[in-house]
């Protein structure tokens, strides 16, 4: 049964609201764009791409001079063509991330109004502006907002070849989003492309589908569309065994692409290894696509109801592509939280859909009950974390809580369905820009490589600069203005000799270099804890100095 009298007085608020929602979700998300970068994986992607910038060299991937074998190129590509328009700084790096991400909002929103309607698409988009991890990956960059908008591009326009007779067009621009796909995270995304419309044709009886030239066509061009990537790879490494990665010579890049990198992690025999815990998606959902985890998690069991049902009258693409990918992620021995965000777009349509449907009264109670459970939770955490974290701006931290909480209170009391949606839209709202006006910037104040660099660059312009440790100094490599130099002590003796350079160092480089006889003067220290692995003795403000370790900019020489 379809709650019509409901869904018309939600199109009609969302006719009113969804402009103005939209609008402050997307700015929302865009406040990170001139945040530092956090480290490691961000700043180390930052600095691949610098390099790449620098020497205009687009095949091979460099880190502090030495080869590198993990990512694919494609957001190496899109960062350094950025840095190139906009110079090498914070915004120039996350922006191409952040286009792609907007990307993804746009073909979900396209994706939705086909398959359903308009008010479907409207609510599915506002939730994906407001899901928790796409928001943190907007700020912390990496290869996953590159990867959300291509992958539902792609299925968008699979989607609409399937069922026109004129498929050429469509075919050939979701093979394009694919084979870019392909190039940011390798070949498991064909996985999240392809499982749903298998689904969907299975469900649906649509054997045809199965040898339709369409689909042969489709992988062709996927492949042709890849040929770059393995162009790169094969005259990187594939052409030179002599060069290294992971310790190892003879590495053939062009496997660890279609093998090592995924299925490789998935198996856990490839050279990077990971301890795979069958459950830890199942509650990293809860907070990753919050506020709408425990919704969504209503919605995919409603949708899987369906297939018996009513299969015929539904779509299952994104229950087919988010389902069967959310399996493979938790089967897999490799996992991290950010790997869910490219399936947002098909968990906001599958939500969005059931919260469109619901008419029974004790449903709507229930999910009522519930978003404002998880609506009290995002403020006490804000509560939490001024009170114990502390941040610098403490006045706003105060004022943004007050006017989410007063928000919260005061708008979409009317409607029970339409409450529990606007009150939880109002409140990740706040915490986004509590986070990225109050937490992110004071956790950055620790972040000693990135300011490490901005001093060297204010104090010491033209003096030769060194790091004598690879481990959290990318965020020192990328903001730098001046080449870095990763010699060993040897060769930083001879440079030394020559004239006095600046190192940039942790307690332990700051040893070596007096027990091997450099002169050493400290102009600056800083506190360091990594930003990005938070403990609950950091976060109090009372606990956090026993956290801190000391980083130095040391200026050395040699006699």
Known sequence: MINTKGFNITALWLDKWFALLLSIGVVLNASGLFITILDSDGTLYASIAKTMAQTNDFANLKVHGTDWLDKPHFPFWMAAISYKLFGTNTFAYKFPAFLFWIMGGVYTFLFANKAYNKTVAQLSVLMYVTATHLFISNNDVRAEPYLTGLLIGAVYHYY???????????????????????????????????????????????????????????????????????????????????????????????????????????????????????????????????????????????????????????????????????????????????????????????????????????????????????????????????ILYRPENYLLAIVLFASTTTACLLLFNKDALIGAFGKSFMAASGVFLFLNTCIYPSLLEYQAGSKAAMYVNKSFPDVNCATMFDEDSYSFTFYAKKPIFFGNIDSLKAKAKLAPVIVYTNKHGLDSLKNTGFSTNIPKAFNFFHASELTGAFINYRTRESELKQHYVVKVSYR
């Open 160 to 386: 609409l070849a399937a069922s026109n007779k004129k498929w050429l067009k469509d075919i050939f621009i979701a093979s394009l989003y694919a084979g870019c796909a392909l190039m940011t995270k390798g070949p498991f995304v064909l996985i999240a492309i392809g499982s749903g419309f298998i689904v969907e044709w299975v469900v649906k009886k649509e054997w045809e589908q199965f040898y339709s030239i369409k689909w042969l066509v489709a992988i062709l061009l996927v492949f042709l569309f890849t040929l770059p990537e393995m162009y790169c790879l094969y005259h990187q490494f594939d052409l030179h065994p002599e060069r290294s990665a992971f310790g190892k010579t003879n590495v053939s890049g062009v496997r660890f692409f279609w093998w090592d990198s995924q299925f490789g992690r998935f198996f856990n025999n490839g050279p990077i290894k990971g301890e795979g815990d069958k459950l830890f998606y199942i509650h990293t959902m809860l907070w990753a696509f919050m506020p709408w985890g425990l919704l969504f998690y209503m919605a995919f069991g409603w949708k899987l109801w369906r297939i018996k049902v009513t299969p015929h009258l539904n779509e299952f693409i994104t229950l087919g592509g988010g389902g069967l990918m959310f399996l493979v992620f938790s089967l897999s021995k490799f996992q991290l939280p950010h790997y869910l965000n490219i399936l947002f777009p098909f968990f906001s349509i599958i939500t969005a859909q059931y919260f469109l449907q619901v008419s029974k009264p004790v449903i709507i109670t229930i999910i009522r009950w519930t978003q404002y459970v998880l609506v009290g939770a995002m403020l006490l955490v804000m509560a939490l974390l001024i």
